[in-house]
């Protein structure tokens, strides 16, 4: 079974920091592009930041590029989002997510969110 647990969220102040992870178990986590959306209140589901199975190549939103820092660690299975910087407007449910494809189908899975609100 694919589960993803993302940890991490929390209350900042503007300006400030937080890293957030999301453990991944139930498939070959090293294969696969893993992704953060967020989703703030009131509002639809927003991409923020995407990264390569392999961790080469890392890919921004442009209201998070140079502040945010996606990496992941495959020998432990985790994802993470380094948010420094923050503003209000990151204010939001940071969920982690990834698109497992077999042979038949593919399938989306997400974790459960991390709660980040950013308010001094």
């Known amino acids: 079974e694919v589960q993803l647990v993302e940890s991490g969220g929390g209350l900042v102040p503007p300006g400030g920091s937080l890293n957030l992870s999301c453990a991944a178990t139930?498939?070959?986590?090293?294969?696969?592009?893993m992704t953060w959306v967020r989703q703030a209140p009131g509002k639809g589901p927003e991409w923020v930041s995407s990264?390569?199975?392999?961790?080469?190549?890392?890919y921004y939103a442009d209201h998070v590029k140079g502040r945010f820092t996606i990496s992941r660690d495959n020998t432990k299975n985790k994802l993470y989002l380094q948010m420094n910087n923050l503003k209000p407007e990151d204010t939001g449910t940071y969920y982690c997510?990834?698109?497992?494809?077999?042979?038949?189908?593919?399938?989306?899975?997400w974790g459960q969110g991390a709660q980040v609100t950013v308010s001094s």
């Open positions: 997510h990834t698109r497992v494809i077999t042979v038949v189908a593919s399938y989306d899975y």
């Open positions: 139930g498939f070959t986590f090293g294969s696969y592009v």
């Open positions: 990264i390569s199975a392999d961790g080469v190549f890392t």
